[in-house]
């Protein structure tokens, strides 16, 4: 009994020191650690995107081997050499009509987890732009009767290792020759268990 109350005295000692001497907490600390971040091609990244063929298969060399329309200079889709980042260039679609332009590229998840992706579009050019006029859907889809990837309640769910090819479906009812309808595309990628963007 007496030595119990001897470490509970001492205890208490201790804490009353502490209060008197401050906290104890450091107020500066420097440790240098290894790290390995870098950046990768939009191919090679954890949400992967990269430009397919005909069939849908992905193009390692989009310069060489993709499809190149007459009405444009650039294929539909291909990474850009100076900033690694996927390109889409659809230029020439007809006034008034329903385009379809099937295998334009592919999303793969080569992180981890399991990701939510839908897609966002905008257009900060000038004027309003025509967001509603693009559509993109996943290969296999029906535009007909499956919704578009357009907003986060028709995103599909997507395994780590898999991945699914785009279609584009533009609807030019309205629009005028030379009027941007978008400049931006946003792949988001959202973790299933962690509700975190990927």
């Known amino acids: 009994m007496k030595r119990r109350t001897a470490i509970l005295s001492l205890g208490g000692f201790v804490a009353s020191a502490g ?13 240098d650690r290894q790290v390995d971040i870098d950046v990768r091609d939009d191919t090679e990244a954890y949400l992967a995107l990269q430009p397919v063929d005909a069939n849908g298969d992905p193009i390692d060399d989009p310069e060489n081997g993709s499809r190149t329309p007459l009405a444009q200079d650039d294929p539909f889709a291909l990474v850009n050499e100076d900033t690694g980042r996927l390109d889409l260039n659809v230029t020439a679609l007809n006034v008034d009509a329903v385009t379809t332009i099937p295998n334009l590229f592919q999303v793969s998840n080569l992180g981890r987890n399991e990701v939510d992706i839908h897609f966002e579009k905008s257009f900060e050019g000038d004027g309003d732009g025509n967001p509603d006029a693009v559509s993109f859907y996943r290969g296999q889809d029906d ?7 357009d907003d986060e309640n028709n995103g599909i769910t997507l395994e780590d290792g898999n991945s699914f090819v785009v279609d584009l479906v533009a609807t030019t009812d309205g629009v005028t020759p030379g ?15 962690r509700g975190d963007n990927a």
């Open 19 to 31: 209060a008197a001497m401050g906290t104890g907490a450091f107020t500066s600390v420097e440790a």
């Open 143 to 149: 535009p007909e009767t499956d919704a578009p990837l």
């Open 179 to 193: 009027e941007g309808i978008i400049d931006t595309l946003t792949i988001v990628g959202v973790d299933v268990n």
